[in-house]
């Protein structure tokens, strides 16, 4: 099976950079998601790392270490419309994307 | 380019009963794949149609079922409700199995009493 830990929160303030940390264990690993979701809300489509290194996408970097089984998303800048949950997932080969619990973000003014 | 529709957005249903709902994924997409989201945690995995075939599903028993039609809508159906079936259930569709970026519906809160 799949298991996934983040932290369940981080607070920041604004303008500043928040990272979350995912490790995970798996057999038959693809990939690792990230999507955002906000209170009731529809999870949307962050990134995806299926090689190791780091995927940036303007405010937004993904990292994968897929020996560590270890992955962040790094958003940078921080704005009041981040405040969200932050998903980690794991697509594996059976087709299955696995979510995280998630890690709620607070962002100050 | 219409995206993933879900109905309905809120149904309340007693113990024992059965539900249907219901998923009309996003115009391209032949894949949708189901999820369960409990309060305060991530989605989980319930099962995904690829072409109108099951073709991967989680740790879910089998009262949850579901179909796939040739238009690569789907339903879910839950049947035997439990107290623990309360959740905001989830579809998601993409293009192709085992893709990456999946499409969310706006999902539908389900409450057993």
């Known amino acids: 099976g799949q298991s996934l830990e983040q932290p369940s929160e981080v607070t920041a303030v604004e303008g500043a950079i928040v990272q979350i940390n995912c490790t995970y264990q798996?057999?038959?690993?693809?990939?690792l998601s990230w999507y955002q979701q906000h209170d009731g809300g529809a999870p949307t489509f962050l990134s995806y790392?299926?090689?190791?290194g780091l995927e940036e996408t303007g405010r937004f970097s993904s990292f994968l270490s897929r020996s560590d089984s270890y992955g962040y998303l790094l958003r940078q800048e921080l704005q009041m419309k981040d405040s969200a949950s932050y998903f980690c997932?794991?697509?594996?080969?059976?087709?299955?994307?696995?979510f995280g619990a998630g890690t709620t973000v607070t962002v100050r003014a | 380019e219409t995206g993933v529709t879900q109905s309905p957005t809120h149904l309340i249903k007693t113990r024992g009963q059965q539900v249907t709902l219901r998923c009309s994924s996003q115009?391209?997409?032949?894949?949708v794949s189901w999820y369960q989201q409990a309060l305060g945690q991530g989605p989980q995995f319930i099962f995904q149609?690829?072409?109108?075939?099951?073709?991967g599903r989680g740790n879910f028993p089998p009262r949850f079922s579901g179909l796939q039609f040739p238009n690569y809508s789907s339903e879910l159906n839950v049947n035997a409700l439990e107290l623990d079936d309360s959740a905001l259930y989830l579809c998601?569709?993409?293009?192709?199995?085992?893709?990456?970026?999946?499409?969310f519906g706006p999902g539908t809160r389900l409450l057993v009493l």
């Open positions: 997932a794991v697509l594996s080969n059976d087709y299955k994307l696995s």
């Open positions: 998601a569709s993409s293009h192709g199995q085992g893709s990456e970026t999946q499409y």
């Open positions: 798996t057999s038959g690993f693809y990939g």
């Open positions: 790392n299926a090689l190791d």
């Open positions: 115009s391209g997409h032949n894949t």
């Open positions: 149609y690829y072409r109108e075939e099951e073709n």
